[in-house]
Each structure stands twice: as structure tokens, then as C-alpha cells.
């Protein structure tokens, strides 16, 4: 089915550690998965991407994994901050002629001082 | 530049009653979608426009309608409203239909949108 999910609901981090939120998806044709992060009373705010190619992606303090095998997909953040506070979604695209995302539940990040 | 701007930024309604909420794309964006997020949920995909024709539909009841205009802002109309619609509206624009995968949607800050 088309299903986007998560394995923790809520990760609680030091300031300065580094996070690591994790996705499970379903569809194994899916060949385009992007993160979100949104603050409270926001909309989600495009992060990083990563295409279906490739295992890993850098960006500035984030580096998405990908792992097609066992259909998994991971965040990590380095040194995190307060700022990183917010729910996290990964999100699936679905071929058909049109980006159709398909997201999980969601991941709250707490990052306390 | 201004970001995708969705109108108004809250609504209350009631039961039977209808609503109607407004998205404007970034300049240039050509694609709208429209997704509802539930409180403690992810957004769920409604609808997809692209030069204001309907390129995608979600599984939504018929009570959902939506149109985009000559200048790329989109409409999202809900008739008969239900104490289920309550949720937060979302609208990301994209600069094209999105048969390139890679054509990032950026979202609003949404409507929320509450029925008693």
C-alpha cells in the first residue's frame, strides 16, 4: 500500500547532540523522498531531498540515508539546536504524473539546553 | 519574495455550513496542491492543479472541490461541512506539474479551520 511511517513519535535530545529521526515507507516504486520540519503554527519547510539513486545526501548540518533494502530512510542532525525544536515529517513521492506527497505521522524533536 | 500565502488564517463554521480558502502560489509557481493535516497527523493529499486544470485528486469526498485561476492562485471549496473537516488547510506551490520529481513544493502556514 502507500504508507509513509515513523518509529518514534517523540525524541528527546541535548543541545549540541546529534539527532537521528528514522521513517519506514512501503512502496518500493517510490523513488523521491523529502523531509519537512515544521514549527508550531507553521507549514512543513522543505529541508533536504533525496532521490531513489543514490544512498546519501549532505546538506548544512543534515544528511539524509536511504536505504532501499529494507525500504528505510533517516535524518540526521548534526549539533543540534533549539531551533531544530519541531515535528519532522518524511514524505514519499508517488509516481503518476504529478508529485502527489505522501507523509507519515510525524516526529517531534525536542531539544532541551 | 513572499511565500505561498493562504487566506484567512482561521475560520469557524458550522455543521452544514460551507467555506471557501485562498492560496496564493509563489510568483512564478504554475502548480498548486492543496493537503489536509489533522491535529497529530501528517498532511494528507487532496488536490493537485496545474494551469487550472485538476492533475491529481486524493481520497476525498465529493464535498471537496477546488479551481485555479488565470493567475495561478487556487481556490479550495468544502460544502456541507462535518465536525471531521476541522483541520489545518495547507496549499504548496511548485514551479511545475511535477512530472519531474524533484519539483520541490513549498507550503503556506496553512488555515485552520474549525467546525462546531
Known amino acids: 500500500g502507500e504508507s509513509v511511517g515513523l518509529h518514534l513519535p517523540t525524541l528527546s535530545v541535548q543541545e549540541g547532540d546529534n539527532s537521528i529521526i528514522n521513517c519506514a515507507y512501503s512502496n518500493s516504486a517510490s523513488d523521491y523522498f523529502i523531509w519537512y520540519k515544521q514549527e508550531s503554527g507553521k507549514g512543513p519547510q522543505f529541508i533536504i531531498d533525496?532521490?531513489?539513486?543514490?544512498d546519501k545526501r549532505q546538506g548544512q548540518r543534515v544528511t539524509v540515508l536511504l536505504n532501499k533494502t529494507v525500504k528505510h530512510l533517516s535524518l540526521q542532525i548534526a549539533a543540534t539546536q533549539p531551533g531544530d525544536s519541531a515535528v519532522y515529517f518524511c514524505a514519499e513521492i508517488i509516481s503518476g504524473g504529478y508529485n502527489k506527497l505522501i507523509f507519515g505521522a510525524g516526529t517531534r524533536l525536542a531539544v532541551h539546553p | 519574495d513572499a511565500g505561498v500565502t493562504q487566506s484567512p488564517t482561521h475560520l469557524i463554521k458550522t455543521r452544514g455550513q460551507h467555506v471557501t480558502l485562498r492560496c496564493s502560489p509563489i510568483?512564478?509557481?504554475?502548480?498548486v496542491s492543496w493537503y489536509q493535516q489533522v491535529l497529530g497527523q501528517g498532511p494528507q493529499f487532496i488536490f493537485q492543479y496545474y494551469e487550472k486544470e485538476e492533475r491529481g485528486r486524493g481520497n476525498f469526498p465529493d464535498r471537496f472541490s477546488a479551481r485555479q485561476f488565470p493567475n495561478y492562485s487556487s481556490e479550495l471549496n468544502v460544502n456541507a461541512l462535518l465536525l471531521g473537516d476541522s483541520a489545518l488547510y495547507l496549499c504548496?506551490?511548485?514551479?511545475?506539474?511535477?512530472?519531474?520529481?524533484?519539483?520541490?513544493?513549498?507550503f503556506g502556514p496553512g488555515t485552520r479551520l474549525l467546525v462546531l
Open positions: 533525496i532521490r531513489s539513486n543514490m
Open positions: 504548496a506551490s511548485s514551479q511545475e506539474q511535477g512530472r519531474f520529481r524533484s519539483e520541490t513544493q513549498y
Open positions: 510568483s512564478g509557481h504554475k502548480s
